[in-house]
């Protein structure tokens, strides 16, 4: 399985992105996914992680109310739609395909990565 993360970019303190994660070689519709993050110096950390239908999510605290995520399993593409964007939040964003039905907080929980996209917020 290959994950391919896009659409960060460079934007000003509370500017919107929504991040697209187009996943290919096979299916992930039978796989939890998640979002990480990770900004320089920094572990790579948690953000979101929804279950293999869309219906369950999970987020982070610090994202909470500001980040949703979402996928098209007919598209194999999951989102992460980010709104009211700090200057925190900047950090490679990374895809994930879970270890199964995987959708937690941990790194270990999941078995695929994708290159990451920069994202950049200025305040």
């Known amino acids: 399985v290959q994950l391919q993360a896009s659409g960060g970019g460079l934007v000003q303190a509370g500017d919107s992105l929504r991040l697209s994660c187009a996943t290919s070689?096979?299916?992930?519709?039978?796989?939890?996914m998640g979002w990480f993050r990770q900004a320089p110096g920094k572990t790579r950390d948690f953000v979101a992680g929804?279950?293999?239908?869309?219906?369950?999510?999970n987020y982070a605290d610090s994202v909470k109310g500001r980040f949703t995520i979402s996928r098209d399993n007919a598209l194999n593409t999951v989102y992460l739609q980010m709104n009211n964007l700090k200057p925190e939040d900047t950090a490679v964003y990374f895809c994930?395909?879970?270890?199964?039905?995987?959708?937690?907080?941990?790194?270990?929980?999941?078995?695929?990565w994708g290159r990451g996209t920069q994202v950049t917020v200025s305040s």
């Open positions: 929804i279950s293999m239908r869309g219906l369950y999510s």
């Open positions: 070689g096979r299916t992930t519709s039978n796989n939890g």
């Open positions: 994930a395909g879970g270890r199964g039905a995987s959708f937690g907080a941990e790194p270990s929980q999941y078995n695929y």
